[in-house]
């Protein structure tokens, strides 16, 4: 009797499941507390496939701080508490450096971004580049000019299209992440073509690592059948978004190439390092791929965090007063705020450090792999196990933040302030992002002078109410609010020739 290809791949999945199960349990030690499942699929019904980190918080309430999900054979370890994150994965950075192999976005391309490589020479190799690049306060400085002429030019975006908020925080973060990586310029006239294929890569990178989203992640044995087999659409979908994928690498890199040979290229992260005559192609593959990496994160973060402050404003108009009254006191009406007001404007910066904690740009990091078994007070936790700090969690956590789905940036002023969110926000151990400085700096100027430049307020609606939006995120791995709509008007008269002054007479 002959077997169909159905029952042969059933045969080797119910095998793998087993060979999984028994080495999960290899030590004679418990897992974590969690979902109990379902032989072979264990709790694959259970498992999330949105906004993961409101189910991940609702089970520590009934399990503890750290609790375990077998999903057809794979071990995920969530972890609801920062403590346990900082004691595993920073106290234990070399057990917990890896990386799922994620076979969906090494479909898609993503095997050579940072934030997918395994711990290993490459990888430390690319931290080595960017670190010494933007990797401490220090590095910043130098392109404080270039942060100050972008966010200058987030005001014109938004005064010229005041109804196109996402827009012009989009254009502006790419700007920035644009120049500083390549020393490109944008295109200010429409739509520029490598912000709008970053945006797209970058959101279909955030697809294909949420956990559970394609089932290819789950039994990697699918990524070899054909695509025309039954269940392969994943297949087509890696078709389209490796090419843009490639192309976040590809084109810019190209691009710099180009300007190099022609004796015209500004200075940028990519120019500098392939200023090498005898530059190895190992090399070229590390300083294209740092790159894309460097780009794709750093222009994401600042558009969630600054287009997350027009909607905190919009329903917190007392904030905006506060903030506005600040920048009165500080920088006055005859300019607008730079990096040398920073220290005197605390309000300010509590303002940012809220925006971090409030709607956290990754509410769930990309997971840790287990390099080695291990143990946490006695639960196992085995080699290849997926570890997901719940990053949303930790930031919303009342033993920490006092009334923490409220959007109050006075919880970090006076003397005991809360914790920082960028404790939290920008990843553990190994893992951690090598551009929080950068982010630090867009994220401040864009908001202070945003601040200073402009008048936010609900927009009125039909029936002479005003429209109050939702507080709701889009995207599960890279989080940002869900598209909004409200009334953004200069502060002042002075604001619109304050901006254009300072555009005639400052080079991007």
């Known amino acids: 009797m002959a077997f169909s290809i159905s029952a042969v791949y059933a045969g080797f999945f119910i095998l793998a499941v087993l060979l999984v199960w028994k080495r999960l349990n290899r030590n004679g030690l418990p897992l974590p507390p969690g979902p109990k499942g379902y032989p072979l699929i264990g709790s694959l019904l259970d498992f999330p496939s949105s906004q993961a980190w409101l189910t991940f918080a609702e089970w520590s309430k009934k399990w503890g701080p750290i609790t375990s999900v077998n999903v057809m054979g794979q071990l995920f370890v969530i972890i609801d508490d920062p403590s346990v994150a900082v004691e595993i994965l920073d106290k234990r950075g070399s057990t917990y450096a890896d990386r799922p192999e994620m076979p969906m976005a090494s479909l898609c391309g993503w095997g050579s971004a940072l934030s997918n490589l395994h711990y290993g020479s490459r990888f430390r190799e690319y931290r080595k580049l960017i670190g ?44 920035m992440v644009l120049q500083i990586t390549y020393g490109y310029l944008i295109k200010e006239e429409g739509s520029d073509p490598l912000v709008d294929l970053a945006d797209r890569a970058v959101l279909q990178f955030s697809i294909v690592v949420t956990p559970g989203m394609f089932l290819v992640d789950v039994l990697p044995w699918l990524k070899y059948v054909p695509s025309w087999f039954p269940g392969a659409g994943f297949k087509r979908i890696a078709a389209e978004y490796r090419k843009n994928c490639e192309d976040l690498a590809d084109v810019p890199f190209a691009w710099v190439q180009e300007q190099l040979a022609r004796g015209e290229a500004r200075p940028s992260y990519t120019a500098n390092l392939l200023q090498d005559k005898d530059i190895s192609e190992d ?96 639960y196992a936790i085995p080699e290849g196990t997926y570890v997901i700090p719940n990053v949303w969690k930790f930031l919303h956590d009342p033993a920490v933040y006092k009334d923490p789905m409220v959007f109050n940036p006075d919880r970090f002023m006076g003397p005991n302030p809360e914790m920082h969110p960028a404790e939290y926000c920008f990843g553990f151990g190994r893992r951690v992002c090598p551009g929080s400085h950068l982010a630090d700096v867009s994220i401040w100027i864009n908001v202070a002078k945003s601040i200073a430049g402009f008048q936010v307020s609900p927009t009125i609606g039909p029936d002479g109410m005003p429209i109050l939006p939702p507080v709701e995120t889009v995207g599960d791995i890279i989080a940002r609010p869900k598209p909004f709509v409200c009334d953004v008007k200069p502060r002042t008269p002075q604001v619109p020739k304050i901006v254009a002054e300072y555009l005639a007479t400052h080079d991007a």
Not at 138 to 152: H, L, R
Not at 300 to 316: E, K, P, Q, R
Request: one cysteine or more; charged letters at 25%; aromatic letters at 10%.
């Open 132 to 175: 010494h690049m933007i990797g401490t306060k220090g590095n910043m400085v130098k392109f404080y000019p270039a942060e100050e002429y972008q966010s200058t030019m987030f005001l014109k975006r938004v005064m010229d299209k005041p109804t196109h908020l996402d827009e012009a925080t989009r254009k502006t973060a790419g700007a």
């Open 283 to 378: 090399r070229i593959h590390e300083i294209k791929w740092s790159a894309a990496s460097f780009y794709g994160a750093g222009a994401d973060t600042t558009v969630s965090v600054v287009y997350a402050y027009f909607l905190a404003v919009t329903l917190h108009p007392h904030v905006q007063q506060k903030a506005h009254e600040e920048i009165e006191r500080v920088v006055g009406r005859e300019r607008l705020p730079s990096f040398a007001d920073r220290d005197d404007l605390p309000f300010v910066e509590a303002v940012c450090k809220e925006l971090l904690r409030w709607l956290p740009i990754v509410p769930l990091a990309v997971p840790h792999r287990v390099l080695r078994d291990d143990t946490y007070k006695g």
